[in-house]
């Protein structure tokens, strides 16, 4: 399969070191210094492209690719409050997209234990919920995707909370303190929640792959779910196994519901 990378900073060497390990060719590979390669033969020649670049760019990096007919796999988060008017550009152009908030086989395992348990948990208003995530320094979207992904697993299976609402991204040192000048620079608030609201925390620190905690607490005892990615080179694998499954020319707008419909 010809595969064309869209950001090549990290996670764009990294699924590169995966998809040629798998037997694909990469074909082309964008940056932010050469953009008019969206304009190459190379790029239209691809069988799909994937993409993982910033919130601001995402969005013009998936038009440019229905304009030129290649399927894309969209690995960028913090676009998603235009997600409707993105599938609506998929379909007007008979295209192909597959986004995720996180490609990672394990945390769509995640996801859906988070289902699960939030269902049994109805059962049990004793017991109150927290999520928590930790990612590394540069990560630009707060809360995660992913993390935005787990808590509307909860709040969507869990009838006492209505909705989720983030209290805080807290940016702290190698060694877990307050990192009090970042904190500052960033304006960090911490916020109040009310009963039927899923309080969600993000952390900053150093290089963190990603960590995501579930916990419900009560009065006896406390349930603890955690996943923690251990590199990046999964979220990599979860997107060029997505790339596999969309090059057989399938049309429309999916995620890893449809790859792994629990």
């Known amino acids: 399969m010809k595969i064309a990378l869209i950001g090549y900073g990290k996670m764009g060497h990294i699924i590169e070191d995966v998809a040629l390990s798998r037997g694909h060719e990469v074909v082309c590979k964008i940056d932010v ?89 109805n059962g049990y208003p004793q017991y109150d919920v927290r999520l928590e995530e930790t990612h590394h320094i540069h990560k630009l979207d707060s809360p995660s995707g992913t993390a935005i992904t787990i808590a509307n697993a909860v709040t969507d299976n869990l009838d006492r909370k209505q909705t989720w609402k983030e209290t805080a991204c807290v940016w702290q040192h190698e060694d877990e303190s307050i990192d009090v000048a970042r904190n500052a620079e960033a304006g960090t608030q911490f916020a109040s929640h009310n009963d039927d609201e899923l309080e969600v925390v993000a952390y900053r620190r150093g290089e963190v792959p990603g960590i995501h905690t579930v916990t419900y607490d009560s009065e006896v005892d406390t349930l603890t779910m955690t996943h923690s990615a251990k590199s990046r080179r999964g979220f990599a694998l979860g997107a060029v196994v997505a790339a596999e499954w969309m090059g057989d020319g399938k049309k429309g707008v999916y995620t890893m519901t449809d790859l792994m419909p629990f």
Do not use: H
């Open 33 to 121: 210094n050469n953009l008019e390669d969206f304009d190459s033969e190379a790029f239209r020649q691809a069988d799909v492209a994937i993409e993982f670049t910033t919130p601001k760019t995402t969005r013009a990096n998936m038009t440019r690719c229905l304009a030129a007919g290649v399927p894309v796999v969209v690995g960028s988060t913090g676009w998603y409050d235009q997600l409707s008017e993105v599938k609506a550009e998929v379909e007007k152009a008979n295209g192909s997209l597959f986004w995720a908030s996180n490609f990672s086989i394990g945390v769509n395992v995640f996801v859906a234990m988070q289902k699960y348990v939030a269902r049994i948990m």
